[in-house]
């Protein structure tokens, strides 16, 4: 092309053509291949299967399922504590989305999570989530600081930013009281819009946190261009504990949270010999089931109530 050689590369899903099936239906198992084939490395053909046919079916019925939710009502939230290591307190915890349908029943969280994503209905579920946790700290007495998700389209929308902001002015709580979690991939495809998205809210006193640090690029420019108060180390690392090299990975990376002066979290903490290691690597906290699975909300604010009045505890 005027005298340059131009490379291309294409992703592409394919289905058998049949005469007794529709052409929406043909249209749609295409585009279903299309989507595996971009999930798995990209820039290769995906030929639909009986497997797809199966996995097509459950996601078009949770698909349908979400566009169809009041998830106002449909969708309740839990509560993951955050404890620091130092003190050995909660200080924090993560809120979680949980979905009971009405037509398929209890969802788990990483299949609506993802579809609704793919479909472009998360963002309904952020702005959601986000009102439930602003709900449950004007409810509690004691109220300790929350961290809600944020997909990539939430970050890549100026629309949804808004309704986001919209949401956090229409309170008085301390915008402390609120973190925002966000991965790498969540930023991959516009990386400069979702660094003026999040300094919006990091402009309003809010503290930003980038989840499952190590799985992704780690690009640490990123480190140098957003405004991150925490790393979120991924808990495929903490699970891997058998593996020589991993307490010399995560001190590596508990040394770049501390060179760059942000918090460094480890996620998946299930047992002491995990929570040892974590101490020993430097970790600032941990997340995980030793500590705590995700709780209703009324079970945090009674945690934090024991925590902050031991002598009360110790009376009971």
């Known amino acids: 092309m005027d005298g340059r050689l131009i490379q291309l590369s294409a992703s592409m899903g394919c289905t058998q053509f049949k005469k007794t099936v529709n052409s929406t239906l043909l249209i749609r198992n295409a585009d279903y291949a299309l989507l595996h084939a971009k999930k798995h490395g990209k820039n290769r053909v995906v030929i639909f299967t009986e497997e797809h046919e199966r996995g097509a079916k459950q996601r078009f019925e949770i698909e349908d399922a979400l566009r169809s939710a009041d998830f106002s009502s449909e969708i309740k939230v839990l509560f993951q504590p955050q404890v620091d290591l ?60 929350l961290a809600v998700n944020l997909s990539g389209h939430d970050l890549l929308s100026n629309q949804v930013m808004d309704e986001i902001i919209d949401v956090l002015e229409a309170t008085d709580l301390d915008p402390s009281l609120l973190e925002f979690e966000v991965t790498e991939s969540a930023m991959m495809a516009d990386t400069e819009k979702a660094c003026a998205n999040l300094n919006r809210l990091s402009s309003r006193g809010h503290s930003v946190a980038l989840d499952d640090f190590g799985t992704g690029y780690s690009n640490f420019n990123y480190l140098r261009e957003l405004p991150i108060n925490k790393l979120k180390v991924d808990r495929s690392f903490v699970e891997d504990i058998g593996n020589p090299t991993t307490e010399k990975i995560l001190h590596s990376l508990t040394v770049t949270a501390n060179a760059l002066g942000v918090d460094c979290l480890l996620e ?46 110790r009376r009971a």
């Open 268 to 313: 998946g903490v299930e047992d002491e010999l995990q929570l040892v290691m974590a101490k020993r690597v430097g970790a600032h906290s941990v997340q995980g089931y030793f500590f705590g699975r995700p709780m209703e909300g009324g079970d945090l604010a009674a945690t934090i109530l024991k925590q902050n009045n031991p002598a009360e505890e």
């Open 86 to 145: 130092g003190s050995n307190q909660v200080v924090r915890a993560e809120v979680l989305a949980r979905w009971d349908s009405p037509k398929l029943g209890r969802i788990q969280p990483d299949r609506f999570i993802n579809v609704s994503e793919e479909s472009g209905l998360i963002s309904k579920i952020t702005v959601v989530v986000l009102k439930k946790a602003v709900a449950a700290l004007k409810s509690w007495q004691n109220p300790i600081p």
